[in-house]
């Protein structure tokens, strides 16, 4: 059976929890699980190449393994670990705003840390190793804070890259949404701009689940007047320059540009527009540095418009990752953290 066959075929089991194509919901929940799960893939798929540890080649990325953290074929790394430490929380029901799950996310941050993972930002390895063994979401944003007054350099893209949940349980909220994705990212990056890329990216992701469509300036509208003159410009800039122009991309406003630019940049295929996830993600990947990353933001925003239905089956099948869990899984999180409900329209 071919490619585009087996994908469409197993969608509606996996990715809809058995519901049929016909039900109200089902379209906006494949959708809703594709934003995690097209971030997972997009992370497994670029980590062999990241920082040039591997060339790709004229077919495109595979999911080969190796990369900085010798990782399995089809194996995830940190951004995907980091999501799930959210999706976890989310999937419970909690509200992602209130302490309670702030400090969950945190304490699954900090267990990862304990587990001595093979791929960690050097911003996140810093924070996580002060916090002590069982911090607070309050410790840690007041350490999060404290580096930014410090330093001045907290704008890493290491919160940008775990935003593929946090919309998921405020689909009918946009304004949740913003507060979320703004706590979240400060539990590590309290960069001012760290926290607008994650609030336009989650917003992106939310819309892009609603009503099929990319959309990134909507966003604009829940900043300040400052933020939405510094962030037209850099979205024009990824709208107009080639994708190659953002590498170096470990800065967060490089990599939501490197992301988008990779998204808006590829033509979309009149005959199966889902092949559009796939060739986007080698846009991704082909302009280099942090590849995972930079993958796994397109990747969750590309998930989250074209649907797990739309990610081809050859990379879901060996799609895994810490804490020793499948895609398949994720999946079934992401379900729970979406609510049946909530994703329906």
């Given at each position: 059976m071919g490619e585009r066959g087996e994908r469409n075929n197993d969608a509606e089991l996996w990715a809809a929890g058995g519901r049929t194509k016909s039900a109200p919901s089902s379209a906006r929940l494949d959708r809703a699980c594709g934003a995690v799960l097209g971030s997972a893939v997009g992370d497994a798929l670029g980590a062999p190449y990241e920082f040039g540890c591997a060339a790709v080649g004229v077919d495109g990325p595979q999911m080969i393994g190796g990369?900085?953290?010798?990782?399995a074929p089809g194996e995830w790394t940190d951004d995907t670990t980091m999501a799930w430490c959210i999706l976890e929380v989310a999937a419970t029901g909690a509200d992602l705003r209130s302490p309670e799950a702030l400090t969950a996310i945190g304490r699954h941050f900090r267990t990862w840390y304990e587990s001595n993972p093979p791929d960690i930002g050097v911003q996140t390895r810093s924070l996580l190793g002060e916090v002590g063994t069982a911090p607070t979401g309050?410790?840690?944003?007041?350490?999060?804070?404290?580096?930014?007054?410090?330093?001045?350099?907290?704008?890493?893209?290491?919160?940008l890259m775990r935003t593929a949940a946090v919309a998921l349980p405020y689909l009918d909220d946009p304004g949740a949404v913003v507060s979320a994705a703004r706590a979240i990212s400060?539990?590590?990056?309290?960069?001012?701009?760290?926290?607008?890329a994650c609030v336009l990216w989650s917003l992106a992701i939310r819309r892009a689940v609603l009503d099929a469509e990319f959309d990134?300036?909507?966003?604009?509208?829940?900043?300040?007047?400052?933020?939405?003159?510094?962030?037209?410009?850099?979205?024009?800039?990824?709208?107009?320059?080639?994708?190659?122009?953002?590498?170096?991309?470990?800065?967060?406003?490089?990599?939501?540009?490197?992301?988008?630019?990779?998204?808006?940049?590829?033509?979309?295929?009149?005959?199966d527009p889902c092949l559009h996830f796939g060739a986007a993600l080698d846009t991704a990947i082909r302009i280099g540095d942090d590849?995972?990353?930079?993958?796994?933001?397109?990747?969750?925003?590309?998930?989250?418009?074209?649907?797990?239905?739309?990610?081809?089956?050859?990379?879901?099948?060996?799609?895994?990752?810490?804490?020793?869990?499948?895609?398949?899984?994720?999946?079934?999180?992401?379900?729970?953290?979406?609510?049946?409900?909530t994703a329906g329209g």
């Open positions: 990369g900085l953290g010798d990782f309050d410790v840690m944003t007041a350490a999060a804070q404290d580096l930014h007054r410090r330093t001045g350099r907290t704008a890493g893209n290491g919160s400060a539990l590590t990056h309290y960069d001012p701009r760290a926290q607008e990134l300036r909507a966003g604009l509208a829940y900043l300040d007047a400052d933020g939405v003159e510094y962030w037209t410009a850099r979205i024009d800039e990824a709208e107009t320059w080639d994708p190659s122009r953002f590498s170096p991309n470990g800065w967060v406003v490089a990599a939501l540009q490197a992301a988008w630019a990779s998204i808006v940049s590829t033509p979309v295929p009149d005959t590849t995972d990353t930079v993958a796994a933001i397109a990747g969750a925003l590309l998930g989250a418009r074209w649907g797990a239905s739309g990610v081809p089956a050859r990379w879901r099948r060996i799609l895994h990752g810490y804490p020793g869990i499948t895609g398949e899984e994720l999946v079934g999180l992401a379900q729970r953290a979406a609510g049946l409900g």
